[in-house]
């Protein structure tokens, strides 16, 4: 067992290629492969509203509203689930601006988040 910390793999794309690449490419636990880590449910309610900490709530949308996170976003929460008592915190920020630069940038490249259809 590592004493020394955790080597995180993180798989980026749709929810649905991440899954897709995860089953593919890596065993799960039980046949001697990676273990499997998620977000904590106060992460996961957090991003279920409208808090200002969470910066990547961006151009995607989805049904459920904390699968519109980034990639990015969701690696910064989980590696700050990973340090509690403020280990991170000065990462976490550096992250969190560096998620507010991919955020102009898509807007500037996409435009605007557009409205989810049957919210006018």
Do not use: C
């Not at 046949?31 to 990547?56: F, M, P, T, Y």
């Not at 929460?77 to 915190?89: C, E, I, R, V, Y």
């Amino acid at each position: 067992s590592r004493q020394n910390g955790w080597d995180v793999i993180v798989i980026d794309g749709t929810w649905q290629q991440a899954r897709k690449m995860h089953s593919k490419y890596f065993p799960d636990a039980s046949n001697a492969g990676l273990h499997r880590v998620q977000l904590s449910s106060n992460v996961v309610e957090l991003l279920g509203g409208d808090d200002g900490e969470i910066k990547g709530h961006q151009l995607r949308r989805h049904p459920t509203k904390w699968r519109e996170i980034s990639t990015h976003e969701a690696t910064r929460l989980l590696l700050k689930d990973m340090h509690p008592g403020g280990q991170f915190d000065e990462q976490s920020a550096a992250m969190s601006q560096y998620q507010e630069i991919l955020n102009a940038a898509a807007r500037r490249q996409l435009g605007p988040p557009r409205e989810k259809e049957g919210s006018k």
